[in-house]
């Protein structure tokens, strides 16, 4: 039977904390399993080199067809229902992907991994905002986003070891098991949560972003963002596998490893931003961003360097995720799954954005021109941050609930000395808003 939601003022269970993390991690695995064993699978279904690209191709379709129509399901569904539907539709999909003997079906099944993939894991991260007390938030949203990050970087190492002992079918049908545990666990589990919006109602992407200042605000840092993060990650393994390095496939993952100690580290960010330092967390994180391309560049000189600069970089840039997910979240309580879809679309567009403009840019101009452009970019996004007339404010909006007495006003302004804004200084213990005399507002509000 399913548990009934905590109130607000009490702190989401351990456990199920622990569940919203695992179950996301295993659901982003899905989309990524694939990446280590193309030639493999181009060698079983006879694809041709040039061609099997495709499958990494429909899987992301599939993502962004999830992030479009259905994760803003969430807002409008039974959540609990919502994920079980998902979660046997995934099953299929695996097994269908397991079970592929043609090039069709194959991409036909990464398509439909893909959507329901993507779908189960930003699903899971709105429910878990939504069951979440206002005071804890940041905290939870950190949690589940540190799962995803494990997943993500997990399912390649993962992937390859099972495709060694049992072939890459072994994969898929080992993925699907988990997933039927998965959904059995989250079943039982799950707190039922009250449906948000009206079935009918659903808020176009654009009328969102002219609705939620949050959201255009900190998708754009998350484009930014996530620009800077394709361009490390797609073309670092072009300097490492050629002289003077010449490293292997498993060296050069290692690297990863070495991000997932910083995105890890980072999970504490959402915590931080509960308390009242969001603003702070991403003018930190902006600067060491920039400062980790510095490491970067020094790879020649040492690649004690580069081990430093993917560090500061992973923690830089997931501990900028992890806030602008729990600020929009919190800037739109009723509309959590349609706010995330559409913040992940920036996601989606500056991690294409990066990846291609990295391979190409190296072929150009090496690796100090990779270096320059995410330094570059990684600047850019500081001046955007800075320059934002709404940034020091919470959520954006013009709520005016009171302020019940004793609770600490806070806002997101980072420099030091700087008043909230009239409409929109939040508190933190409650989440409820009051105005303050115009005469004590910062300018530019």
Known sequence: MAIIAQPPTSRLPFALLLLFACAAGLNVANVYYAQPLLDALAADLQISTARIGAVIAATQLGSVAALLWVVPLGDRMDRRRLMAIQTGGLVLALLAVALAAQAWSLLLSMLAVGLLGTAMTQGLIAYAAAAAGKHERGRVVGAAQAGVVVGLLMARVVAGAVADLGGWRAVYLLSAALMVVTGTLLWARLPRLPVSTPPTARTGLIALLRQQPVLRQRGVLGLLLFTVFGLFWSSMSLPLGAPPYVLSHTAIGAFALVGLLGALAAARSGHWSDRGHAGRITTGALWLMLLSWLLIAAMSRHLGWLVLGVLLLDLAVQALHVTNQSRILAAAAHAQAQV????????????????????????????????????????????????????????????SLPVPAGSRLDNERSRPGAAACPHTATSINSGATATIPPGNAARGC
């Open 340 to 399: 995330i879809a559409a913040y992940m679309l920036f996601y989606a567009a500056g991690s294409g954005l990066g990846a291609l403009a990295g391979s190409a840019l190296h072929a150009a101009f090496g690796w100090p021109g990779v270096c320059m452009a995410g330094a570059g970019v990684s600047l850019l996004a500081l001046v955007v941050w800075w320059a934002m007339t709404g940034y020091h404010t919470i959520t954006g909006g013009h709520e």
